[in-house]
């Protein structure tokens, strides 16, 4: 079982944003302790990825507060959420789709030459390796990614979020282009991660993912979180309803 | 687990040019260029082949090519730059000025003094760069777009040229600055044959040094007589370059003229061949460092990934707004380096420098292989580019083409280009491209040569046409 007891690995604190008068995120609290997988879910439009994205700097938060091991720290771009060690995997992957496998894996981040130059046959090396424990059938190493696979591109991704000693990660519907043995890669992978001690968010659309995967859910529905529930203290039905009634059920309502 | 990965990874029959691994898109510019050079070549009995032609080729080719360079970048991160014949001029009357007028007025140097020369370049290079990074902060941090912040500069800095130079023609400039003109700068027979020599030296170098150092890592190589063919390659494409700007000699009457300034006399039957010239020396830097950068440094990486996918780099931590000053910025520096070429090449500063060289200098580009959807593009496709325009332009020249034809020409080589390319990534393009050519081939050689050739060309095109249709091409 997860221990929450210690400080939590991030908490995201009464998180506000809004695009054009339209509260996209409204008040929401949530946190995510070591070694916890914590599932978001709602329904389209619902305003998860859009809290997810003030974590990832992808947005700036319009109020509330971030703390990463208990203390606050101010996120403005994709660069502070990496320096401290939160990576994400977009929907949509993010990848620059001219440039090759190691190129993208590297992208921000290059191993350079003491000369400074990008070093890629080191990158490659890399690449390769990480590879070969996350997809042991990948061989398009000088191809660009645009003539990958989905769940060639996808592994790609999580390489590169997993990489560089990620402590929290962001899975924003991972497996959303998967065919089922890629999926259920994915899940073993959230699985390992878990061990290590990392923390991860994930957003998905599958409420029976959530429910094997997820230690706690998060909810929302028109930008308001409707509540946290401990999955195995919780039916899918139970999540089903708070997603489509924007309610907690009676019995956990306390 | 990569043991059991082997059986996959058998050698298969590879064809010549997979084994090489050279671009195929290369392989069809130079086909394209060797066309053309032979073509004139026959209609010119040698001509626009002999070392005198091929010297001015080249020396014609360099300021464009040296934009060109820039412009794959700005293209590159899907950007347009239309301002930089413009800026040229702007860049090239700061040099004047500070050169004939500044530098005498406002701080006493006699002129032919020695520090003109490198002051005016200094100038011109700081402006042109100023100008740009100005250019690309208002685009990439004020986010206006491009095409108009460039057409805009088009028009205020053509005319900042014309207000610094009052519209005079300002010669004839400093005689250290002309050295960067072409013929009146070259390194000379034995100086281009020690450069032609290192440098392919050090073309072999690099290939076999990748090589070597993908085996360290255990990576896939070519064939080693791959890597032999494409260094030797190299080396003759590089020494015999020098070997024909060495052939092209110094005119009788300019060696008699330059042994008197010595007070010597000009020995019977003695020649000097020109060499290669500074401003020719100077693309080939440029070409080396813009592709280093391209493809060496994190600045190229970051330039091909935001072109690729402007938002993944954003979210990849790429400060993509500050990467767009810094583009335009070398776009900017590059102009001011032509700018010296150009204005050098004319030996004055006159009030259209550059005129028209945004569209050459895009043309150049994009003939190169630079998409403008962004993200594809290569730094010797741009100068090939630029080469196989001037070639065009030079040798209808030659040949006697009417000026208005040149142009008609030139400009639908340039939609060809893209036509082609798009032919070559799209498949469902393709039968479409097919058929356009199979009509409008004909109809062009009508326009051309007469109805008796145009009548061989249709039935060709008829004869190809049911070809390929039966191979379920069209």
Redo the contacts between chains.
């Keep these: 079982m997860v221990d929450r007891t210690g400080t939590p690995l991030v908490e995201m604190r009464d998180i506000s944003i809004s695009f054009g008068g339209i509260k996209a995120v409204d008040h929401v609290s949530v946190d995510l302790y070591p070694g916890e997988v914590v599932g978001l879910l709602g329904h389209n439009g619902a305003g998860k990825s859009t809290l997810i994205k003030c974590l ?1 700097g ?1 947005y700036r938060k319009d109020a509330g507060q971030i703390f990463v091991d208990g203390k606050e720290v101010d996120i403005q ?3 502070d959420a ?1 320096t401290h060690n939160i990576e ?1 995997i ?1 929907q ?8 090759d496998a190691s ?2 894996l590297f ?4 191993i ?1 030459t003491p000369l ?3 070093d890629d ?2 990158m ?2 890399e690449t390769r390796k990480i590879m ?1 424990r996350l997809n ?2 990948f ?1 398009k ?1 000088n191809a660009p990614v645009s003539a990958l696979s989905g769940g060639q591109r996808q592994s790609v991704a999580i390489a590169r979020a997993v990489y560089f000693n990620a402590r929290v990660l962001i899975m924003d519907e991972p497996t959303a282009a998967l065919g089922p043995q890629e999926t259920q890669m994915v899940a073993d992978l959230i699985n390992e991660l878990r061990k290590q001690g990392l923390g991860i968010f994930l957003i998905d659309h599958d409420v029976h993912a959530v429910k094997r995967l997820c230690d706690r859910a998060a909810v929302m529905k028109n930008g308001e979180l409707v509540g946290v529930v401990k999955v195995d203290e919780v039916t899918e039905d139970d999540i089903l309803a708070m997603i489509i009634l924007g309610k907690k059920p009676e019995h956990l309502a306390a | 687990m990569s043991d059991t990965a082997r059986p996959a990874e058998q050698p298969r029959r590879r064809s010549l040019i997979d084994s090489l691994e050279i671009d195929t898109r290369l392989l069809g510019m130079i086909a394209a260029f060797a066309v053309i050079c032979i073509a004139f070549s026959v209609m010119t009995d040698g001509r626009f082949l002999s070392a005198r032609n091929i010297f001015n080729l080249s020396i014609q080719t360099v300021s464009v090519a040296i934009m060109a360079t820039g412009m794959v970048f700005v293209i590159v991160t899907r950007h347009i730059d239309l301002s930089v014949g413009a800026l040229l001029a702007t860049c090239s009357a700061v040099m004047a000025m500070t050169q004939k007028a500044w530098l005498p007025d406002y701080l006493g140097l006699e002129l032919g003094h020695w520090a003109i020369a490198p002051v005016a370049i200094i100038a011109g290079l700081l402006a042109g760069t100023l100008i740009g990074a100005a250019q690309g902060w208002l685009v990439g941090y004020l986010t206006i777009p491009a095409f108009i912040v460039t057409l805009g500069g088009l028009l205020i800095w053509r005319n900042v040229a014309w207000y610094l130079t009052g519209g005079q023609t300002i010669g004839p400039l400093d005689e250290n600055f002309q050295l960067f003109g072409g013929i009146n700068g070259t390194l000379g027979v034995t100086g281009s044959w020690v450069f032609g020599i290192v440098a392919a030296a050090v073309a072999v170098w690099i290939v076999f040094s990748a090589r070597r150092a993908k085996l360290r890592h255990e990576f896939p190589v070519k064939p080693l007589w791959a890597e032999g063919v494409l260094a030797a390659g190299f080396a003759a494409l590089i020494l015999g370059f020098i070997a024909i700007v060495n052939a092209y000699q110094v005119p009788l009457g300019r060696l008699r003229r330059e042994f008197e300034a010595r007070g010597e006399v000009l020995p019977e039957g003695y020649t000097e061949g020109y060499g290669l010239p500074y401003s020719v020396l100077l693309l080939f830097v440029v070409a080396v460092v813009m592709t280093m950068v391209a493809r060496k440094t994190r600045l190229g990486r970051y330039i091909f990934a935001t072109g690729g996918n402007p938002d993944s780099a954003e979210l990849s931590g790429i400060n993509t707004r500050f990467l767009t000053v810094k583009v335009f910025a070398i776009m900017g520096f590059l102009c001011a380096l032509s700018a010296v070429v150009a204005s050098a090449r004319l030996t004055n500063h006159a009030n259209d420098i550059g005129t028209l060289d945004e569209l050459r200098v895009i043309a150049a580009a994009v003939i190169g292989g630079t998409a403008l959807s962004g993200g594809l593009g290569t730094i010797y496709g741009a100068i090939l580019g630029a080469l196989i325009m001037q070639s065009l332009q030079s040798g209808m020249a030659m040949v006697g083409v009417d000026a208005p034809f040149q142009n008609i020409v030139v400009g639908a080589v340039l939609v060809e280009a893209v036509l082609l390319d798009i032919a070559y990534r799209v498949p469902t393009v393709r039968p479409k491209a097919l058929l356009f050519h199979l009509i409008g081939l004909p109809i062009l050689i009508f326009v051309a040569f007469g109805w008796l050739f145009a009548l061989i060309a249709a039935i060709v095109a008829v004869a190809l046409g049911f070809a390929a249709r039966q191979k379920g091409m069209l």
């Design positions: 990832s992808a771009n994709p660069r990496r994400t977009y949509t992957l993010a990848l620059a789709d001219n440039l190129a993208n992208l921000g981040r290059e350079t400074g130059f990008v046959a080191a490659e090396a070969g042991p059938n061989r190493f």
